[in-house]
């Protein structure tokens, strides 16, 4: 079945410490995005690309990176800059245009 | 900015009864709206999506659009337990931007 996934479920951080959260897609989609969902609030958008080589920052870029090397695979680096990494990150992916985001199971992320 | 909003509830209806969900939005030229439905825990699902031309319904879920005063609405018939959820409104602003906007999300519970 296609889909989209993300690895790990749960990850903890320690302060001061670059982690990656890992997104692989085969539903063949040019377009893939990372979302932050903090408790009660909505998704917020971190990166996005609309093809290999290339990503856009979204509206809360700062202390994260990403690249896009293949296709399939979109990663997501939370680097010891961003302050506040506690939260429920998600990965989706779509057929440009965004008519329909299709969703990873997300990644919970703890700082302890 | 762009913005959606959204009342963030909760909202308790009881079995059978019909549930309104409703969200603004700012900017004028938005042309697809979408509602998606995520479970305590879990991702969201696409459950409806519109473009400015009309209405929609399927099966037990109806999506309006109000043009002139910017919002959209998710009308749930027949509620069951299982509707039981967070539902997400997002809107693709005007541009031909790739990128969502998201409400904070709206809590229905349904009580049996």
């Known amino acids: 079945d296609g889909g989209i996934t993300q690895s790990p479920k749960y990850l903890f951080r320690k302060e001061g410490q670059n982690v990656t959260l890992s997104c692989e897609q085969n539903?063949?989609?040019?377009?893939m995005y990372w979302y932050r969902q903090d408790p009660g609030q909505g998704l917020r958008l971190i990166y996005y690309?609309?093809?290999?080589?290339?990503?856009q920052k979204g509206d809360i870029a700062e202390g994260y990176s990403v690249s896009r090397e293949k296709k399939e695979s979109f990663p997501l680096t939370v680097t010891s800059a961003q302050k506040n990494p506690t939260a429920f990150y998600l990965c989706?992916?779509?057929?440009?245009?965004?008519?329909?985001?299709?969703f990873g199971e997300g990644s919970w992320l703890t700082v302890v | 900015q762009k913005e959606v909003e959204q009342n963030s509830g909760p909202l308790s209806v009881p079995e059978g009864a019909i549930a309104s969900l409703n969200c603004t939005y700012s900017?004028?030229?938005?042309?697809?709206f979408f509602w998606y439905r995520q479970y305590s825990g879990k991702s969201p699902e696409l459950i409806m999506f519109?473009?400015?031309?009309g209405d929609k319904e399927d099966g037990r879920f109806t999506a309006q659009l109000n043009k002139a005063s910017q919002y959209v609405s998710l009308l749930i018939r027949d509620s069951q337990p299982s509707d039981s959820a967070t539902y997400l409104c997002?809107?693709?602003?005007?541009?031909?931007?790739?990128?969502?906007?998201f409400g904070k999300g709206m809590k229905l519970t349904v009580n049996p």
């Open positions: 989706a992916s779509s057929i440009g245009g965004q008519r329909n985001l299709h």
């Open positions: 539903l063949n989609h040019d377009a």
């Open positions: 690309s609309q093809i290999v080589n290339d990503f």
């Open positions: 900017d004028r030229g938005s042309q697809s």
């Open positions: 519109i473009y400015s031309n």
């Open positions: 997002a809107v693709r602003p005007q541009g031909g931007s790739e990128k969502l906007v």
